[in-house]
């Protein structure tokens, strides 16, 4: 986090009422768009929601894409289904801050329940349910003509009831853009998980979202990544030039 974000996250510190309505209660992540807040709706008798508020920086730089990103977030507050986040409402705080305010999930990542089983994978029963879930959403959202562009295990989270939802529908446009302007060739996060029509700046359709899923089910049976490459410019070349490896090679119980 820049010292820019540092700064604002103090401002938003627990206690501060954003838009005199929702009155934060602490802090839930950070990136390269802005930070993610936990935040108590006086309006709704306290309900907790998150509330996603944008780096001012990025946004001024960007006013294009802040525009387009908007006009994403309002057709994406129509996915109403039990596998995706929904999204509550979107404004500027007094100061200029653009923020998005969706529906608050108590639990874990994807991304953390891979981890936690390291190099083994997960259960294939378990691997495909959640894969099926997942389907549900993704396939319910492209049926409303959203792309989500950005699906990876850190945008899939479980409830502490089992239930599995899907963030970030509407927004990835805009961070996929921010990727791309200060993309410098350090560590790969979001890339692993990339079309190649994404790292050649072409147009992405639904496709773009089923090879993302591809990568995903990849790791939650496998328990590592397709391609594990250091920069930016070595995974867009493996998934640009290089065949996918097969499941069946990694992973124990997999047919052929």
Same mark, same amino acid.
């Given at each position: 986090?820049?010292?820019?974000?540092?700064?604002?996250?103090?401002?938003? *510190?627990?206690?501060?009422?954003?838009?005199?309505?929702?009155?934060?209660?602490?802090? !839930?992540?950070?990136?390269?768009?802005?930070? =993610?807040? /936990?935040?108590?709706?006086?309006?709704?008798?306290?309900?907790?929601?998150?509330?996603?508020?944008?780096? /001012?920086?990025?946004? $001024? $730089?960007?006013?294009?894409?802040?525009?387009? &990103?908007?006009?994403?977030?309002?057709? +994406?507050?129509? !996915?109403?289904?039990?596998?995706?986040?929904?999204?509550?409402?979107?404004?500027?705080?007094?100061?200029?801050?653009?923020?998005? @305010?969706?529906? #608050?999930?108590?639990?874990?990542? !994807?991304?953390?329940?891979?981890?936690?089983?390291?190099?083994?994978?997960?259960? %294939?029963? @378990?691997? %495909?349910? !959640?894969?099926? $879930?997942? %389907?549900?959403?993704?396939?319910?959202?492209?049926? /409303?003509?959203?792309?989500?562009?950005?699906?990876?295990?850190?945008? =899939?989270?479980?409830?502490?009831?089992?239930?599995?939802?899907?963030?970030?529908?509407?927004?990835?446009? +805009?961070?996929?853009?921010? &990727?791309? %302007?200060?993309?410098?060739? *350090?560590?790969?996060? @979001?890339?692993?998980?990339?079309?190649? *029509?994404?790292?050649?700046?072409? $147009?992405?359709?639904?496709?773009?979202? =089923? #090879? +993302?899923?591809?990568?995903?089910?990849?790791?939650?049976? @496998?328990?590592?990544?397709?391609?594990?490459?250091?920069?930016?410019?070595? &995974?867009?070349?493996?998934?640009?030039?290089?065949?996918?490896?097969?499941?069946?090679?990694? +992973? /124990?119980?997999?047919?052929?």
């Amino acid at each position: 986090m820049d010292s820019t974000q540092i700064g604002t996250t103090v401002r938003f *510190e627990p206690g501060t009422l954003i838009a005199n309505r929702y009155e934060v209660v602490g802090r !839930l992540g950070a990136g390269g768009m802005g930070f =993610v807040l /936990k935040a108590a709706d006086r309006k709704l008798n306290g309900e907790i929601v998150a509330i996603k508020l944008l780096n /001012k920086q990025v946004a $001024e $730089e960007n006013s294009t894409v802040l525009q387009r &990103m908007i006009n994403e977030v309002l057709i +994406a507050r129509s !996915l109403t289904h039990p596998n995706i986040v929904r999204i509550h409402d979107i404004g500027e705080t007094d100061d200029g801050f653009t923020y998005i @305010t969706m529906e #608050y999930v108590q639990g874990q990542s !994807l991304a953390e329940l891979v981890a936690s089983q390291g190099t083994e994978g997960l259960p %294939l029963p @378990t691997a %495909l349910k !959640l894969l099926c $879930e997942i %389907l549900e959403g993704v396939g319910f959202a492209h049926r /409303k003509g959203v792309i989500h562009r950005d699906l990876k295990p850190a945008n =899939v989270l479980i409830t502490e009831h089992g239930e599995l939802k899907i963030v970030d529908f509407g927004l990835a446009r +805009a961070s996929e853009s921010d &990727m791309k %302007l200060t993309q410098t060739g *350090e560590a790969v996060g @979001t890339p692993a998980f990339m079309a190649p *029509e994404q790292f050649r700046g072409g $147009e992405v359709d639904r496709r773009t979202d =089923v #090879y +993302a899923l591809g990568i995903m089910a990849y790791q939650f049976v @496998t328990g590592s990544l397709p391609f594990n490459c250091r920069t930016f410019f070595d &995974m867009a070349l493996k998934h640009i030039n290089a065949p996918l490896p097969d499941f069946a090679d990694e +992973a /124990k119980g997999i047919p052929s």
